[in-house]
T-cell receptor, first 116, second 114 residues
Framework: EAQVTQNPRYLITVTGKKLTVTCSQNMNHEYMSWYRQDPGLGLRQIYYSMNVEVTDKGDVPEGYKVSRKEKRNFPLILESPSPNQTSLYFC???????????????FGSGTQLSVL | GQQLNQSPQSMFIQEGEDVSMNCTSSSIFNTWLWYKQDPGEGPVLLIALYKAGELTSNGRLTAQFGITRKDSFLNISASIPSDVGIYFCAGCHAGGTSYGKLTFGQGTILTVHP
């Protein structure tokens, strides 16, 4: 089944304890990205990747790192999490990087992170 | 990124009623997308619009790309309980069509009472 898989689904941690949220897609997609969803703010892009070894900052990259060493994986790293990073995180991928190609953006089921 | 203003923020309606929500921008957009997020899931694409004035339907859903290219609306006719969720508009402003430049609205939370 074609899908974007995020792990874990729920995570509670403490301030300053490094964590990684994994994202994997099995559709050989070029484009992958990370979003955070907060009430009243919608979805805001953190980082995105056009292809292997190519990553770019989105609108809210501060406090996050990513890597794209393989096409299928795009982990999100929080080196020193803080309470303001408590949020619902979504990974997404698409076969092409261009919205106008009519290739859909597929989202994972989300990771709810709480930083105490 | 570019700001999108989506309204209303929330709607409480009775089953069978029609629903309308819209998205506006201060700058020109060249693509408008509408997504639905079911509780506990990621957003799923409903409708994509690529040309000013374009009107597209998907079952009971109809969306339009505004002539000014600064707005879009989504209508849902004869709502049913499974329409419950958060609806997001998203768009790429003029000058770029990359998913990396996709901006989302704040979302409209829809509740449908049986």
């Amino acid at each position: 089944e074609a899908q974007v898989t995020q792990n874990p689904r729920y995570l509670i941690t403490v301030t300053g304890k490094k964590l990684t949220v994994t994202c994997s897609q099995n559709m050989n997609h070029e484009y992958m990205s990370w979003y955070r969803q907060d009430p009243g703010l919608g979805l805001r892009q953190i980082y995105y990747s056009m292809n292997v070894e190519v990553t770019d900052k989105g609108d809210v990259p501060e406090g996050y790192k990513v890597s794209r060493k393989e096409k299928r994986n795009f982990p999100l790293i929080l080196e020193s999490p803080s309470p303001n990073q408590t949020s619902l995180y979504f990974c997404a991928s698409s076969r092409r990087t261009d919205v106008a190609t009519n290739e859909k953006l597929f989202f994972g089921s989300g990771t709810q992170l709480s930083v105490l | 990124g570019q700001q999108l203003n989506q309204s209303p923020q929330s709607m409480f309606i009775q089953e069978g009623e029609d629903v309308s929500m819209n998205c506006t921008s201060s700058s020109i957009f060249n693509t408008w997308l509408w997504y639905k997020q079911d509780p506990g899931e990621g957003p799923v694409l409903l409708i994509a619009l690529y040309k000013a004035g374009e009107l597209t339907s998907n079952g009971r859903l109809t969306a339009q790309f505004g002539i000014t290219r600064k707005d879009s609306f989504l209508n849902i006719s004869a709502s049913i309980p499974s329409d419950v969720g958060i609806y997001f508009c998203a768009g790429c402003h003029a000058g770029g069509t990359s998913y990396g430049k996709l901006t989302f609205g704040q979302g409209t939370i829809l509740t449908v009472h049986p």
